[in-house]
């Protein structure tokens, strides 16, 4: 077990529907992040929450859109989104960003297929 | 920008040693993290190196970093079919950014 729990682990959603993806960690961690991870190509980064704050938007469209209530919980929110966005979205968390030997440990996942 | 590269398969009969190598460009690397990740699931950290080390040995699992020529390996001894998923090498610059390689598949042959 990672301490890193996503929900739903699959998900099916036409392009015009509006569906959000959870994640929560419980390991106390203050950083938390989501990833793209698509068949043959390397995770590619989307978001990443410090404190509550998000400090990286790696060009991401707008039809993603994330929350970070508190230090524990992060939200995806899908909308009008491609078939070309069908991939796992991994979350991961960590103690602190800006630290040194900081060290993310990922959740297992949330499979998304775009009809 | 960075680039860290992985071969993509590696088949190994169970008991001997797999060894999954990668390659990356930023000389400037802080930390270089091996993850393993098996069919359906995230990601788990498997262990780490310190840019200033050039060995750490965990059970199995032997790092080996070579700093000047920006090559890292995992070495697993003994390997077993538990040891079947997919590995990845990251690399973490100065300004805190995990890059990934696309990934070693490993393969046990019994």
């Known amino acids: 077990e990672t301490g890193v729990t996503q929900t739903p682990r699959h998900l099916v959603m036409g392009m015009t529907n509006k569906k959000s993806l959870k994640c929560e960690q419980h390991l106390g961690h203050n950083a938390m992040y989501w990833y793209k991870q698509s068949a043959k190509k390397p995770l590619e980064l989307m978001f990443v929450y410090n404190f509550k704050e998000q400090t990286e938007n790696n060009s991401v469209p707008s039809r993603f859109s994330p929350e970070c209530p508190n230090s524990s919980h992060l939200f995806l929110h899908l909308h009008t989104l491609q078939p070309e966005d069908s991939a796992l979205y991994l979350c991961?968390?960590?103690?602190?960003?800006?630290?040194?030997?900081?060290?993310?440990?990922f959740g297992p996942g949330t499979r998304l297929t775009v009809l | 920008g960075e680039d860290v590269e992985q071969s993509l398969f590696l088949s190994v009969r169970e008991g001997d040693s797999s060894v999954i190598n990668c390659t990356y460009t930023?000389?400037?690397?802080?930390?270089l993290y091996w993850y393993k990740q098996e069919p359906g699931a995230g990601l788990q950290l498997l262990t780490y190196i310190f840019s200033n080390m050039d060995m750490k040995q965990d059970q199995r699992l032997t790092v080996l970093l070579n700093k000047k020529d920006k090559h890292l390996s995992l070495r697993i001894a003994d390997t077993q079919t538990g040891d079947s998923a997919i590995y990845f090498c990251a690399e973490r610059s100065p300004d805190e950014k995990l890059t990934f390689g696309t990934g070693t598949r490993l393969t046990i042959i019994p």
């Open positions: 930023d000389s400037s690397s802080t930390y």
């Open positions: 991961a968390s960590s103690q602190d960003r800006t630290s040194g030997s900081d060290t993310q440990y």
